[in-house]
């Protein structure tokens, strides 16, 4: 059974990082791109970023350039997102995705529960 | 970016009852969209992808179609669990984009 947890989310105030992780489990990680993608209370989803299988390659929406981090470490199994100088409008639930394989890899075939993560004073 | 217009913002229907969602794209996407289900506090499902393609273990109440600007997504009768949002998002262009979203709620 496929499963993907988050954690680290939590309240931090703006200007301060935070790291999430996605703990994958039941598939072969390092065959699939992943993703962060974000749900702020109450709105709609919006993709953040995404890794390739070998972490040669990353891609990010413009809000979080040059802020957030992707990365992996396909030996543990493991998706990070490493989030500095945070605002208020990065406050949402984090979810963590799997990418269908190729040539469907930019679809969510999987989801994590998702983290919450607030910005605020 | 690709913008991801969803009609109609909320779908008052009841069980049994057909529904019709809409999502338009500017520009065009060619087949590749997907369609997703979200309930209260839980995370999004995935239902089809490129425009037509039934997902691992959705019923076949669940049907895309479309390409171009122009996609929908068709249940057939409603059954009380798929009461919910839901979500058409595009892999043609980075960044993925996705649509605000149509509700349907039981009427």
């Known amino acids: 059974e496929v499963q993907l947890v988050e954690s680290g989310g939590g309240l931090v105030q703006p200007g301060g990082s935070l790291r999430l992780s996605c703990a994958a489990s039941g598939f072969t990680f390092s065959r699939y791109w992943m993703h962060w993608v974000r749900q702020a209370p109450g709105k709609g989803l919006q993709w953040v970023a995404k890794i390739k299988v070998d972490g040669s390659e990353e891609e990010y929406v413009d809000s979080v350039k040059g802020r957030f981090t992707i990365s992996r470490d396909n030996s543990k199994n493991s998706l990070y997102l490493q989030m500095n100088s945070l605002r208020a409008e990065d406050t949402a639930v984090y979810y963590c995705?799997?990418?269908?394989?190729?040539?469907?890899?930019?679809?969510?075939?999987?989801w994590g529960q998702g983290t919450l993560v607030t910005v605020s004073s | 970016e690709i913008v991801l217009t969803q009609s109609p913002a909320t779908l008052s229907l009841s069980p049994g009852e057909g529904a019709t969602l809409s999502c338009r794209a500017s520009p065009p996407i060619s087949i590749y969209l997907a369609w997703y289900q979200q309930k209260p506090g839980q995370a999004p499902r995935l239902l089809i992808f490129?425009?037509?393609n039934r997902a691992t273990g959705i019923p076949a109440r669940f049907s895309g179609s479309g390409s171009g600007t122009d996609f929908t997504l068709t249940i057939s009768s409603l059954e009380p669990e798929d009461f919910a949002v839901y979500y058409c998002?595009?892999?043609?262009?980075?960044?993925?984009?996705f649509g605000p979203g149509t509700k349907v709620d039981i009427k």
């Open positions: 490129d425009a037509s």
């Open positions: 998002q595009q892999r043609h262009t980075w960044p993925l984009t």
């Open positions: 995705a799997r990418g269908m394989l190729a040539p469907h890899d930019r679809f969510f075939e999987f």
